[in-house]
């Protein structure tokens, strides 16, 4: 089974390389082949999660440690990995699957599978590094390939949008290879494993070299007060990509490795715990209340990215401050369960709130919240759906985010948090009155003369929004115990154990 890791960067690279040479031979080869790929890895990814327990190791090459130092190029698939692998495969597929029909306006439709088959690669590649350096290498072939879908439509807001996330994406980058230069110079090695066992335990060097992590990663998952390039890229970039920009790429680049370097790297230190979690807290209060006032419904998206990536960030932080002090595990565990089954349920709702907004621009041409209104007469598929994800979103039963958030809120009460636990319901209000704005001003009400000639959307669209609406319920599914302890459970443990992956990874 180790054997078949590779397989998660191999299949999207080589995808791009085909769509690169037969692409220009074959009409629509590339839209298909990147939807077949991608479908592959979705089954891959459940058959991992389903039949194999605990970490399983790949050494590139076959190299085995030289002088106790692990050269190879580790890749590394465990429950944490599992879970992220399934949300980039599954996401990427129905946004893929949903380009079909959407990029027919596009004129280079062959360059766009590629360059989204290489932030599928850069992601996955991302998820499985066992070492520092090749993370960042993947992490750039991922943002390198969202830069260039951002600015797809070549239009000059577009352009803009991408050149802003360019420059705070180079700083992003800047700031993390300088952390892994010091790190590599403090212990001469870069296997995450092996630098967890040299690291000092606390220290000025630990601090600093955390501070610059989380600014960097920081700013990759667009977290307060990191925040400002997302409204405009996931605002200007084509639905399918705003869809894998908010649902899957902050993730991956950005929350997955703070929560992997700072657990299972880094030793747990109770002042970087808090500032994790205010960030979180401050992400979750001021994403929501900037995206209230908004009319343009991919901006308003967007800023709901950064409160809900808050609650993420506020679930496993209150566990790592719970752990840093000692404190009980289990609630560590329930904590850190929410925050990490929020990070599933956005995936699955903000993925569909972006497409709905891709269908009704599709068919309208604007995403001007005031220009629409009666269009569920017209658009019965896009409506229904987006009434989903929006009582998803705002945490309304028996959607999926209303047990994600219910987690989170009990464990920060159990924890003593109780400010926190205020905040995360205020801002669930808040959310839920941004989100009956949209489905008034863009489906409720009279039909306006200007739509009456506008129709549903073509299949491919419409099944991968009925798929993700259905998922949006499904995974309310995961709150039962055993549901949970094959899908969440392994990837809590690897958090909560943070010295087992080392262990498991240099087999000492």
Same mark, same amino acid.
Request: charged share 10%.
């Given at each position: ?346 995936? $699955?709702?903000?993925? /569909? +709130?972006?497409?709905? #907004?891709?269908? !009704?621009?599709?068919? &309208?041409?604007?995403?001007? *919240? @005031? ?43 159990? $924890?003593?948090?109780? /400010? +926190?636990?205020?905040? #995360?319901?205020? !801002?669930?209000?808040? &959310?839920?009155?941004?989100? *009956? @704005? ?52 392994? #990837?809590?443990? !690897?958090?909560?154990? &943070? ?10």
């Amino acid at each position: 089974m180790n054997s078949l890791i590779p397989l998660f960067v191999i299949v999207p690279l080589g995808s791009a390389f085909l769509m690169a040479i037969l692409g220009r031979f074959i009409k629509g080869f590339g839209k298909f082949l990147t939807s077949f790929g991608l479908l592959f890895l979705t089954g891959l990814s459940l058959y991992f999660i389903f039949n194999s327990q605990g970490t399983l190791v790949y050494k590139v090459g076959g190299f085995e440690a030289s002088a106790g130092i692990p050269v190879a190029i580790y890749m590394v698939i465990d429950g944490l990995s599992k879970l992220l692998l399934l949300i980039i495969a599954l996401i990427g597929f129905l946004s893929a699957f949903y380009s079909i029909s959407y990029t027919k306006q596009y004129t280079a439709e062959r360059k766009f599978y590629i360059l989204f088959c290489l932030m599928i690669a850069g992601m996955n590649g991302i998820v499985i590094s066992g070492d520092i350096f090749n993370m960042y290498v993947f992490l750039e072939i991922a943002a390198i390939a969202s830069y260039a879908l951002v600015a797809f439509g070549v239009e000059k807001e577009q352009l803009e949008a991408s050149f802003k996330y360019q420059v705070l994406g180079g700083v992003a980058s800047l700031l993390i290879l300088m952390s892994i230069g010091f790190i590599y110079w403090q212990t001469g090695t870069l296997n995450i494993a092996d630098i967890s066992t040299q690291l000092p335990t606390s220290g000025a060097f630990i601090k600093f070299v955390s501070i610059l992590f989380i600014v960097g990663f920081g700013l990759k998952a667009a977290i307060f007060p990191f925040h400002s390039w997302l409204p405009d890229a996931h605002s200007s970039a084509p639905s399918p990509i705003s869809a894998m920009l908010s649902g899957v790429l902050i993730k991956a680049i950005g929350i997955y490795v703070i929560f992997r370097l700072f657990f299972n790297m880094f030793p747990i230190s109770y002042e970087i715990a808090m500032t994790i979690t205010i960030l979180g807290t401050l992400s979750m209060l001021i994403g929501v209340l900037l995206a209230i006032g908004q009319w343009d419904v991919k901006r308003l998206l967007a800023y709901h990215s950064i409160s809900q990536m808050g609650y993420v960030i506020l679930g496993v932080g209150i566990g790592m401050v719970v752990l840093s002090k000692g404190g009980d595990k289990t609630i560590a565990a329930f904590s850190i369960l929410g925050g990490l089954y929020h990070l599933i349920n956005h995936s $699955a709702f903000k993925a /569909l +709130l972006f497409l709905n #907004a891709g269908a !009704v621009e599709y068919r &309208t041409g604007t995403r001007n *919240l @005031k220009r629409l209104g009666g269009i569920s007469q017209k658009m019965p598929v896009t409506s229904a759906t987006s009434f989903g994800a929006a009582m998803a979103i705002s945490g309304i039963p028996p959607f999926n985010g209303f047990f994600s958030k219910l987690i989170i809120i009990i464990a920060a009460v159990q $924890a003593k948090f109780y /400010l +926190l636990a205020f905040f #995360a319901v205020f !801002v669930s209000i808040v &959310t839920l009155a941004s989100f *009956l @704005k949209v489905q008034k001003y863009t489906f409720s009400g009279k039909l306006k003369p200007a739509w009456e000639k506008i129709k549903e959307v073509p299949f491919s669209m419409a099944f991968s929004m009925i798929i993700l609406a259905g998922l949006c319920l499904v995974l309310s599914l995961l709150v039962i115990p055993g549901i949970r302890d094959i899908v969440l459970k392994p #990837a809590v443990d !690897v958090l909560l154990n &943070t010295i087992q992956y080392t262990t498991t990874v240099l087999g000492k």
